[in-house]
């Protein structure tokens, strides 16, 4: 089976910082795109931030712009999202998901992209 494992989700106060990793089962991770999605209350899932397989460029949602930061360790076939400055509409459950291509120089934020995923951790921004 071919499937992505989230982790580093938990509770943490406003202003706090939490690391996301996203580890593979069953594939390596250098010909896929990664990305990050997730899933708020009342809200749709939304895509969060991507990366590229060779690293060199991302994609991050307006909101989390200058706080978040995708990177990817492809020896170590894992994916993570440093979270910074969180705030409690942050919170909500997060995902990691892969879109195989080996050749992209871009990646995208539109979830239907993507055929493999996570089941999710939880992250709870929260005083």
């Known amino acids: 089976q071919l499937s992505l494992v989230e982790s580093g989700g938990g509770l943490v106060q406003p202003g706090g910082s939490l690391r996301l990793s996203c580890a593979t089962t069953?594939?390596?991770?250098?010909?896929?795109?990664i990305g990050w999605f997730r899933q708020v209350p009342g809200k749709e899932r939304e895509g969060v931030s991507c990366i590229i397989p060779s690293g060199d460029f991302a994609n991050y949602a307006h909101d989390v712009k200058g706080r978040f930061t995708i990177s990817r360790d492809n020896a170590k076939n894992m994916v993570y999202l440093q979270m910074s400055s969180l705030k409690p509409e942050d919170t909500g459950v997060y995902y990691c998901?892969?879109?195989?291509?080996?050749?992209?120089?871009?990646?995208?934020?539109?979830?239907?992209?993507?055929?493999?995923w996570g089941q999710g951790t939880q992250v709870t921004v929260s005083s």
């Open positions: 998901a892969a879109d195989w291509s080996p050749d992209s120089n871009m990646c995208t934020l539109a979830q239907g992209q993507y055929h493999i």
């Open positions: 069953g594939f390596t991770l250098d010909d896929f795109d």
